[in-house]
């Protein structure tokens, strides 16, 4: 048999399916998005310029970061993180840095957390209805806190897909979703800790 490269189909590699190839701006808002302990982000172009004055390399981002506990600015960067925090650390004082949170690609592109993380973010928006808020409240209640993902997506009533109810409502904040372990219907779901 001969296998040529024109012989052989044009088949997609198994990265696409994974999205391996996001850019670093998507791939750190889907984990933002996905963070229980993270309740709002943004862009800020004073960050860019900090950035570029720090030496970062080129395709690093940075997002200002509100969390339960405090406000800090998280800077992804393509390269090594340690690298970039020594720089930063040379144009702020001690005071600043603690509130600089340098990540690195590879760290951001972990599996399962980045799949789960991009699941999360691409169902946010995804409508629920007021009466699946109240029953999946009700349920977390009543079991302690958590359930797993198939009994919470059984509640999601008039859904097209339940658990895209019920990661939509992950990236919404209203319950956290375990992505340290790749998504089943046995997924920890739990009530964030505020």
Known sequence: MNLTLSSIPNVPTPLDSFRWRHRLDDILDARLIADPRVLDFHRSHPEDSILSRAGAPPGSTARTVRTTDRILVVVATPGRAADLTIGLGKRHNCRDRRNILVVSER?????????????????AGCPVSPLARVLLADHLSEHGGSSC?????ALMCEARDPVQAVLALAAAKTIAV?????????????????
């Open 107 to 123: 760290y951001l592109r972990r599996r399962p957390h980045l799949d789960g993380a991009m699941l999360i973010a691409e169902s």
């Open 149 to 153: 993902l198939g009994d919470c997506a």
């Open 178 to 194: 375990d992505i340290s372990r790749p998504i089943t219907a046995q997924t920890l779901v739990y009530l964030p800790v505020r």
